[in-house]
């Protein structure tokens, strides 16, 4: 990952344009199941968009931290929209750790001027979401590689600029030979795939099915064909962790800060007991787990910074962990704050807490990648490490 090459303060100045935004709009995208255009306009023209692309591309050249900063501060207003942009910026890694040089001279200075939105497409009808396999094959032509692609979940894919897609690497290739392309919308014919989006949650991201058909040239291969496990390990999915769990985390802060402030201000203390003991243990419990989550990202921070074996045992079952338990405390987190408001600010759609919100979107994080899979390959992986490696 490149240097940090932004400051906090620089960040804290974008963030300024783009919040007030969000939160002007997260109720009604929720409500329409819209995908947010005003809040991903603002973030367009901050720069933000650009955050992790390096600087000598025009990006912001920004690191993890910074990401996760980014990432909470939005979801703490939109959870949709932060988790489109943080879906965006694991796409990003990708591109600039293994796209060809063409493709990054080309796309790059485009991304960092909030151009082009990146939308990932690893869903497949008939296979699901597995992200290692794909059944739809490349077609190769004269240096051109051919596209036809059914999603039946794709976040932002009718708003997309641009798409970086799993494909099965040849019709005689394995399901397990896997190949990332990216293509412009303008390479290809995007229309709606069969389904629709009215979910229970995380509704403005909008991850109506697509189907996706055109041709690319070979330079807009990502990695080495066949061989997008190893994308997925370097980057992708170790920063899509990283980046989903500062959205759930921001979510659950931001949630907690605004009880807080409800509970001590002086309509509060007519209606809350500050000295009820159930009252101080249900606040304890929330910001044990936020702590807690915070200290785990921040490890995770740590193994990918210190560029070891993304596959070292102990590493994965962070990494895996990180996932898992960030999905499931951020919805507790929630659920008890509702239980410590009550039915007023806390279940009630349309109140200055958007908890009920809140509580929709964070129970689709354990769905999102299935934390069973997840749990599966961890099980398998604890029993590798006899020695029970942690890390202090």
């Known amino acids: ?67 996760v900063s980014v990432a909470g501060a939005l979801a703490g207003e939109c959870m949709s929209t932060a988790m489109i942009w943080a879906m965006h910026c694991q796409q990003v890694v990708a591109l600039v750790q293994h796209g060809s040089p063409q493709l990054r001279e080309r796309l790059l200075p485009r991304i960092a001027a909030g151009e082009v939105y990146v939308a990932s497409v690893t869903s497949e009808r ?12 490349l077609r190769r032509r004269g240096g051109r590689v051919l596209l036809e692609r059914d999603a039946p979940i794709v976040t932002g894919g009718h708003h997309a600029d641009g798409f970086l897609i799993t494909m099965r690497d040849s019709e005689s290739a394995g399901y397990n030979s896997v190949t990332l392309v990216y293509a412009d919308r303008a390479e290809l014919t995007v229309t709606p795939g069969d389904g ?16 996706l058909t055109g041709e690319v040239d070979e330079s807009s291969i990502v990695g080495e064909p066949g061989a997008f496990r190893t994308v997925a390990v370097s980057g ?27 509970v001590r201000s002086p309509a509060g203390r007519k ?3 500050l000295d009820s003991e159930l009252l101080r243990a ?7 787990d936020l702590d807690t ?47 410590i408001v009550g ?6 759609r349309g109140t200055a807490m958007p908890l009920e919100r809140l509580f929709r979107d964070l129970r689709s994080a354990s769905l999102n990648y299935a934390n069973d899979r997840l749990l599966q390959a961890n099980g398998t992986l604890a029993l590798l490490d006899r020695a029970v490696t942690l890390t202090y």
């Not at 989006?197 to 189907?211: A, L, Q, Y």
């Not at 170790?238 to 802060?253: E, L, M, S």
């Not at 785990?296 to 596959?311: F, K, M």
Request: charged share 20%.
């Open 282 to 288: 249900r606040l304890a419990r929330a910001r044990l």
């Open 236 to 262: 992708f999915v170790p920063v899509g962790h990283v980046a989903w769990a500062g959205c759930w985390i921001g979510g659950a802060q931001a949630a907690l800060r605004s009880v807080l402030e409800l």
């Open 126 to 137: 008939g296979k699901g979401g597995h992200l290692f396999t794909a059944e739809a094959p």
């Open 271 to 273: 209606q809350f007991d």
């Open 293 to 339: 989550m915070a200290a785990l990202l921040a490890q995770v921070i740590r193994d990918i910074d210190q560029g070891g074996d993304p596959e070292d045992v102990p590493v994965q079952l962070r990494l895996n962990g990180l996932k898992v338990h960030t999905a499931e405390r951020s919805l507790a987190v929630i659920d008890l704050l509702i239980e």
């Open 1 to 67: 990952m490149t240097a940090t090459m932004t400051t906090a303060a620089d960040l804290s100045g974008r963030l300024d344009t783009v919040l007030p935004v969000l939160r002007e709009q997260a109720d009604a995208v929720d409500t329409a199941a819209a995908f947010p255009e005003r809040s991903v306009a603002a973030l367009r023209e901050s720069g933000l968009m650009g955050l992790l692309v390096p600087t000598g591309y025009g990006g912001l050249g920004g690191d993890l931290r910074a990401l």
């Open 196 to 211: 629709s989006w009215n979910p229970m949650g995380m509704r403005g991201t909008h991850s109506g099915p697509v189907k």
């Open 343 to 348: 039915l007023r600010f806390g279940y009630m």
